[in-house]
């Protein structure tokens, strides 16, 4: 019998302003916006750039007084225009 082993998402921040650059994760319990801007809330200052995907929990990364990026994974892994990921 095969054992299925439950899922663990894991978030990820990093910070690209230290040399070298510096990984933030974290096991979360839920892939929502409440647990993803609680996270970046505390590890990011107001005028933090942040790029993500167009996961739609990201959406409220603006009002925490970041500067918010995103990448259609959907089109292209790597925005063609900017260079971002």
């Known amino acids: 019998m ?12 990093v910070a690209l302003e230290f040399a070298p650059a510096r990984p933030i994760v974290h096991v ?6 409440p647990t ?3 996270l970046i809330q505390h590890h ?3 005028g ?6 167009c996961w739609a929990a990201y959406d409220g990364i603006a009002r925490l007084g970041c ?3 995103t990448v259609n994974h ?3 892994f ?4 900017t260079g971002k990921c």
């Open 2 to 13: 095969r054992r299925v082993k439950p899922q663990r998402w894991v978030f990820g921040i």
């Open 28 to 33: 979360v319990k839920r892939r929502d916006a």
């Open 36 to 38: 993803f801007l609680r």
């Open 44 to 46: 990011c200052l107001p």
């Open 48 to 53: 933090t750039t942040v790029r993500t995907d």
């Open 67 to 69: 500067q918010h990026q």
């Open 74 to 76: 959907r089109h292209n």
């Open 78 to 81: 790597v925005d063609p225009f």
